[in-house]
């Protein structure tokens, strides 16, 4: 199974759109688990435990890990090896260099962390694209028009008539030529959102910058999946993995992901009811054929009355 579907299938699996991101944070964790690796590991597979019914995917930031060192390393190993088959991990580490340390990043990525999905960078281009995208089983997020407030400084710039996001999301449809690329595109853009989603056609998009970054959790799902007709993945991490810092944390997270889930299927539902609405307000087919063969048939009675 390719790797967007084996996304699909979780996503109608666990009835969820949510990514849950697994950034770290000893400073946010409760401090029985924040002071040394195995509480860290601790604190995530409690976390995993009780939310893996509820996501569609865990995406772990690998700086949060890079920055403790080795050690740091292997603990998201063992977190991902934690994490159930079946749903997909995105390790996001934003890679993007010349094609042969490219080829190691890749290697790094799928085959020794183990990851289904990864995040990149597109700016020095596809050669440095190609060595993950050649891995057909495996999935690539391509980073196209972000949430943070730097995103300004190069992605809206105006190239040949039209911002540079939408030139990279252009070139990436080209480069999807195995069907395993997605775009990564801000919950704080609503409306580049909507127009992306058609330039990315079946594309998945990632979803980042609800919650704390203040991007609206119903516009993200709506405009994100196209009226929940295409794939894409809405990424949480501090509004639930640090939802408490008491022992509880673990259920507390779980209480956040349902709430989002329930909000995420509110819209959906109403999204659907409208659907039918304006269904119901079109003309029958048969109607419409019965009214067009009868404008078409020639008035015999007044044929017959004239002169």
């Known amino acids: ?37 195995k509480g860290m590991f601790e604190f995530a597979v409690r976390i995993i435990e009780a939310t893996k019914d509820i996501v569609c995917a865990y995406k772990p930031n690998i700086a949060f890990y890079e920055s403790i060192g080795a050690e740091g390393l292997s603990l998201l190993k063992l977190i991902i090896e934690r994490i159930p088959d079946e749903i997909p ?22 085959k020794q962390l183990k990851a289904n999905w990864v995040t990149l960078n597109p700016y020095m281009g596809y050669d440095s694209l190609r060595p993950f995208i050649e891995h057909k089983d ?42 395993n690329c997605g775009l990564v595109v801000g919950a704080t853009n609503p409306e580049q959102l909507k127009e992306l989603r058609v330039i990315a056609g079946d594309m998945p998009l990632l979803i980042p910058g609800v919650g704390a970054q203040g991007g609206s959790l119903e516009k993200a799902a709506t405009y994100g999946t196209a009226d929940f007709t295409k794939t894409a993945l809405i990424n949480v991490s501090r509004s639930v993995l640090y939802a408490s810092r008491g022992d509880d944390f673990a259920e507390r997270a779980r209480a956040e992901l349902i709430k989002l889930n329930q909000i995420v299927d509110s819209v959906r539902k109403k999204e ?11 003309p029958d087919e048969s109607d419409s054929s019965e009214l067009q063969e009868n404008a078409a048939e020639p008035n015999t009675a007044d044929q017959s009355q004239t002169p």
């Open 1 to 37: 199974m390719s790797a967007l579907k084996e996304l699909q299938q979780i996503q109608a699996d666990n009835e969820s759109i949510i990514c849950l991101g697994l950034d770290l944070d000893p400073k946010r964790m409760p401090s029985e688990y924040s002071k040394n690796v």
């Open 89 to 110: 991990v995105i390790v996001d580490g934003k890679r993007g260099d010349i094609g042969n340390t490219a080829a190691h990043y890749a290697d790094a990525m799928f």
């Open 138 to 179: 495996k999935g690539v997020f391509i980073l196209c028009l972000t949430s943070n407030p730097g995103s300004k400084d190069l992605q809206i710039l105006n190239v040949d008539g039209k911002p540079l996001y939408e030139i990279v999301a252009e070139k990436v449809a080209y480069w999807n030529k195995e069907r």
């Open 272 to 282: 659907t009811e409208d659907s039918g609405d304006t269904a119901d307000q079109q």
